[in-house]
């Protein structure tokens, strides 16, 4: 490697210094209108949080402006591949929310700087359940069919999602860069490091957790996948070095950042705890208790499990008869990972079901599944 690889250790060091500028000269903007600190944040998350739709109002020019302006894909953009890649996720929506759960953010927890951010967010243990869903309602956004469709008089939901949770990204910079408890050897909050770690946890290692599932996809429905998510990147605010537009270099960016980032931590641990009860009571009765944490260290593998503190449980009778009644073709095969295999879908399907239950907050709508995607999988 040399120093203009821009994934060396010297580059990703610069990285983790760098926030998003743009996004943040926004939240100065609002600030230097002289509104005060804390009405400006709430305003701003008031707006961008509780509300669903974009305010028709009340908003000031800065923000109105950045709205418009930033809807536009990038000129690189495939519509095709954007349409084959919400497709796949149509397809595949109960495995690909369950491996959101149990692949993509234990992964993110088990990297000791970035998820010093949750720690600090104020909404760590306490309301996990509410990150999660609306983690899960932004991966719905961009995914379904005409989520990133950018007809100026039509905004899919995706674009607009990825703005507010950018502007998100921004405010939360802000508060933890004055925050005196943040270390800075932790790098800049929200920083273009951890935020290519987060993308690549959302496609690369969905794509890989698929692969595990025995969901055998095209190349070209894979580079669509990709593909779609450097999109979402780029409406984030993620920069073009960082963008990772074929499997290899994703694996292999992957493979730096988590070399980097992951080790054993106690906030790690305890999002991991918050997350698995999250899951239990997404999922209805008894039955299945327990079984989060086999998918978690299914999905992850043995090495992050433990980092994260999650044990290795044996396959349970009482689990294999509840898949097997709803319909899973577990055959005589009792090993752990078939288990998986075939339960994935259904356990998937009862996420979705929970989470559309699942209470958001006041003032906030309930967790919305397109109506084409809760038919395909009988979700309504």
């Given at each position: 490697?040399?120093?203009?690889?821009?994934?060396?250790?010297?580059?990703?060091?610069?990285?983790?210094?760098?926030?998003?500028?743009?996004?943040?000269?926004?939240?100065?903007?609002?600030?230097?209108?002289?509104?005060?600190?804390?009405?400006?944040?709430?305003?701003?998350?008031?707006?961008?949080?509780?509300?669903?739709?974009?305010?028709?109002?009340?908003?000031?020019?800065?923000?109105?402006?950045?709205?418009?302006?930033?809807?536009?894909?990038?000129?690189?953009a495939d519509r095709e591949a954007i349409a084959l890649a919400s497709q796949v996720f149509h397809t595949y929506a109960p495995q690909i929310i369950l491996l959101?759960?149990?692949?993509?953010?234990?992964?993110?927890?088990?990297?000791?700087?970035?998820?010093?951010?949750?720690?600090?967010?104020?909404?760590?243990?306490?309301?996990?359940?509410?990150?999660?869903?609306?983690?899960?309602?932004?991966?719905?956004?961009?995914?379904?069919?005409?989520?990133?469709?950018?007809?100026?008089?039509?905004?899919?939901?995706?674009?607009?999602?990825?703005?507010?949770?950018?502007?998100?990204?921004?405010?939360?910079?802000?508060?933890?860069?004055?925050?005196?408890?943040?270390?800075?050897?932790?790098?800049?909050?929200?920083?273009?490091?951890?935020?290519?770690?987060?993308?690549?946890?959302?496609?690369?290692?969905?794509?890989r957790g698929l692969e595990r599932l025995g969901v055998e996809l095209s190349p070209d429905e894979r580079a669509a996948y990709l593909h779609t998510w450097c999109?979402?990147?780029?409406?984030?605010?993620?920069?073009?070095?960082?963008?990772?537009?074929?499997?290899?270099?994703?694996?292999?960016?992957?493979?730096?950042?988590?070399?980097?980032?992951?080790?054993?931590?106690?906030?790690?641990?305890?999002?991991?705890?918050?997350?698995?009860?999250?899951?239990?009571?997404?999922?209805?009765?008894?039955?299945?208790?327990?079984?989060?944490?086999?998918?978690?260290?299914?999905?992850?593998?043995?090495?992050?499990?433990a980092l994260l503190g999650v044990p290795a449980p044996q396959a349970s009778e009482r689990w294999l008869g509840a898949l097997r009644s709803a319909g899973a073709?577990?055959?005589?095969?009792?090993?752990?990972?078939?288990?998986?295999?075939?339960?994935?879908?259904?356990?998937?399907?009862?996420?979705?079901?929970?989470?559309?239950?699942?209470?958001?907050?006041?003032?906030?709508?309930?967790?919305?599944?397109?109506?084409?995607?809760?038919?395909?999988?009988?979700?309504?």
């Open positions: 490697m040399t120093d203009h690889d821009p994934w060396s250790d010297l580059s990703l060091d610069q990285r983790r210094g760098e926030g998003d500028p743009p996004a943040d000269a926004v939240l100065d903007a609002i600030f230097a209108a002289g509104d005060g600190v804390v009405y400006s944040i709430n305003l701003l998350m008031r707006s961008l949080v509780d509300n669903d739709d974009l305010p028709a109002a009340g908003l000031p020019p800065a923000l109105r402006d950045y709205f418009v302006r930033g809807a536009a894909l990038p000129d690189w959101l759960h149990t692949a993509a953010l234990p992964t993110c927890y088990a990297c000791r700087r970035g998820v010093q951010v949750l720690a600090r967010s104020g909404r760590m243990y306490s309301d996990v359940q509410r990150r999660v869903i609306e983690t899960a309602q932004f991966v719905i956004d961009v995914m379904a069919p005409g989520g990133l469709d950018r007809d100026p008089n039509a905004f899919g939901a995706g674009i607009r999602s990825a703005q507010k949770v950018r502007l998100m990204h921004a405010a939360i910079r802000r508060h933890l860069r004055r925050d005196p408890t943040w270390d800075p050897a932790w790098g800049t909050p929200i920083n273009q490091e951890d935020l290519a770690g987060t993308l690549l946890s959302f496609s690369w290692i969905i794509l999109v979402v990147g780029h409406l984030l605010g993620l920069d073009p070095t960082l963008l990772t537009h074929d499997l290899r270099g994703a694996e292999r960016l992957m493979g730096e950042i988590l070399r980097r980032n992951q080790g054993v931590c106690p906030e790690g641990q305890l999002m991991t705890r918050a997350l698995i009860e999250a899951m239990e009571r997404a999922i209805p009765g008894t039955t299945l208790d327990g079984l989060p944490t086999l998918l978690i260290h299914d999905s992850v593998g043995a090495e992050t499990a073709e577990l055959g005589d095969e009792r090993r752990d990972h078939a288990l998986v295999r075939a339960g994935a879908p259904i356990v998937g399907r009862l996420l979705l079901r929970g989470l559309m239950l699942a209470y958001r907050g006041p003032g906030r709508a309930a967790f919305n599944i397109p109506r084409t995607l809760r038919a395909a999988h009988d979700l309504s």
